[in-house]
């Protein structure tokens, strides 16, 4: 958006020319107008979309809604209640992504399909598609059970089908067809790099059960009852399968969505994906209840719907809830990590720099030319298919940030040096920050201390994923330190801070036992007004000058008084040693 509001359509860095590195292609025109104009600042751009697309959706349901069940008062309540019911949609209706505003685009066509125009269904399906690919797994649903349920008496199947070919000729593939000129004279490709990245790069998941699934599980009684109202509803009353299919329209578009992303099978897990879901499953749930309890007497139907509705909400408002802190919480984590990272960048690199990194917040507070690792941005990184050590050796960044350690290879032949780490982030199971910086002389290597050459009275907690490691304790040793072909220099950990300050003991040994040296150091209280660096603070142990060193014994001592130790947060140690000549 920054580019945008300079005059460059779609551009991540200036030169480079225009990449198609957003999924939501009218979210990224929308807020790249807003910026260009200069009508807002490039991120309440994103914002301002945002917020477009909530208050579509919300009208869109309650259209919706009024279009199934004409004679209902409660459409309005029954679209809110739909937003809460639903964590990923309303924890992400601040982030700055498209998935507000493509739920409005996919919701237009729904409306379509309850209004019985297919022109609308037609010109809906385009403009969805051009939003976000991943709507051609709701478009060919709807668009089959509307040629096959809107079918008009009168009219020839023969002929209602060319008249219905040509009306999408005309308002569901030219559009399309103008889309897919546009994206080949402008990216290359109609087809967003981020998803050719997702689906040809990245590594995907060999499970029957993809992690993508998981997220729903949290949902498993909604479903239940969901589906034993269904099996009741339809055994009790004896209903047909053009009845069923009907009545569930909105179930099939969103077992084709399922169906793409269990095709697509994405390695990351990104809240986002879930709110179309998510709104699809509950609007369905709530129209499925209007017309199945028609069935029911009057004078019962309001309290079968009154308690459905409540044991949804008592359900579903918890979850929401807790979604919405923990991405609150998320923010003000690693999203200020990543700014805070930028900032330094900014303040300590040359402006002619190169950065390699993955991550937006980085860059763009960097304002550095940026190879974006990832390849959603970068057509670069697609070319050495996301290799970091490939794109490092040939492409020489002067600087590298990333949720992890570079290979010690690649620092040693490359002279990486590690210069700072941070930590905030471990407190919700990510690695920590790490930045290198490319220098001519004096060159340090860093490598993960191996989990199991460590031992404390407790259990740690590594992360499969992303490889970070924490544990919290009151002791913890690190030993077989002479088992490294190469002797450090230093050891490094991360570690928390508490409102208290905390004294630590540090021993370090030899193998048989003997005390080298003793360390008495502390751990400052945590300050609430620093959200990077006020609850963590990194402690480096030089180890270099003794020879027979073996083991390094952190404990944290009683505290004044007397009482227990005080147990504390140990975050993904390292090991340093001199890169060989």
């Not at 790249?32 to 919300?58: C, D, E, K, M, R």
């Not at 998803?195 to 997220?215: G, M, N, T």
């Not at 350690?405 to 210069?419: F, G, H």
């Not at 008495?520 to 142990?541: K, Q, R, Y």
Request: with cysteine; hydrophobic share 50%; charged share 15%.
């Amino acid at each position: 958006m920054d580019n945008f509001a300079k005059g460059y359509f779609y551009t991540y860095n200036i030169g480079d020319g225009p990449v198609f590195g957003i999924s939501g292609f009218w979210h990224g025109i929308l807020s790249g107008f807003l910026s260009y104009i200069h009508a807002l600042s490039p991120l309440n751009s994103l914002f301002a979309s945002n917020f477009i697309g909530i208050v579509a959706t919300i009208f869109l349901l309650i259209s919706i809604l009024r279009i199934v069940f004409p004679q209902s008062i409660l459409s309005i309540p029954a679209a809110f209640l739909i937003i809460i019911w639903s964590p990923h949609f309303l924890s992400n209706i601040k982030q700055g992504m498209e998935m507000p505003l493509h739920v409005a685009f996919v919701l237009f066509m729904v409306w379509s399909y309850y209004k019985g125009s297919f022109r609308a269904l037609s010109l809906g399906s385009s403009v969805a598609i051009i939003s976000k690919t991943d709507a051609v797994s709701i478009v060919v649903p709807l668009m089959l059970l509307f040629l096959t349920f809107k079918h008009i008496p009168e009219v020839a199947w023969g002929m209602e089908l060319r008249t219905r070919f040509k009306e999408w000729c005309k308002w569901g593939f030219f559009p399309l067809l103008v889309w897919i000129i546009f994206g080949w004279a402008i990216f290359g490709s109609p087809f967003p790099q981020t998803a050719y990245v997702k689906l040809f790069l990245q590594p995907h998941p060999k499970e029957w059960i993809i992690p993508f699934f998981r997220v729903f599980f949290s949902f498993k009684p909604i479903i239940l009852i969901f589906l034993a109202i269904q099996i009741t509803w339809i055994v009790s009353y004896r209903k047909s399968l053009k009845t069923v299919l009907e009545t569930n329209a909105l179930l099939w578009a969103l077992g084709g969505y399922l169906l793409l992303y269990w095709f697509f099978n994405p390695i990351e897990i990104m809240p986002w994906y879930y709110g179309l879901p998510e709104i699809l499953f509950h609007l369905q749930f709530l129209i499925f209840l209007g017309i199945a309890s028609r069935e029911i007497s009057p004078s019962r139907k309001l309290i079968f719907r009154g308690i459905l509705v409540c044991i949804i909400s008592l359900y579903c408002i918890p979850l929401s809830s807790f979604e919405v802190w923990r991405v609150l919480y998320f923010q003000a984590t690693t999203i200020n990590e990543m700014a805070f990272i930028g900032d330094f960048l900014r303040e300590n690199a040359n402006p002619k720099d190169i950065l390699l990194a993955g991550h937006g917040f980085v860059a763009r507070n960097s304002n550095l030319y940026t190879i974006d690792f990832s390849g959603l941005n970068s057509r670069v990184a697609i070319k050495y298919r996301l290799n970091i050590d490939d794109m490092i050796h040939n492409l020489h960044p002067n600087w590298f940030v990333a949720q992890g350690l570079l290979n010690p290879s690649i620092q040693a032949s490359e002279s990486y040096t590690l210069i700072k780490s941070l930590y905030r982030g471990c407190t919700i199971g990510f690695y920590p920050w790490r930045i290198f910086k490319k220098i001519s002389h004096g060159v340090n290597v860093s490598q993960d201390f191996p989990t199991n050459q460590l031992f404390s009275p407790r259990q740690g907690i590594k992360n499969q994923n992303t490889g970070a490691f924490a544990i919290a304790c009151e002791r913890l040793v690190f030993f077989d330190l002479l088992k490294f072909p190469t002797r450090p220099i230093s050891l490094t950990v991360g570690l928390s801070r508490s409102d208290i300050e905390i004294s630590l003991q540090i021993d370090l040994l030899t193998h048989q036992g003997n005390l080298l040296r003793r360390i008495n150091t502390s751990i400052p209280v945590s300050d609430p007004f620093d959200p990077i660096l006020g609850n963590n603070v990194e402690l480096s142990i030089p180890v270099g000058p003794y020879a027979n060193l073996d083991r390094v014994d952190i404990k944290t001592l009683p505290l004044f008084g007397g009482g227990l130790p005080q147990a504390i947060s140990f975050f993904n140690p390292i090991l340093t040693y001199p890169a060989l000549p």
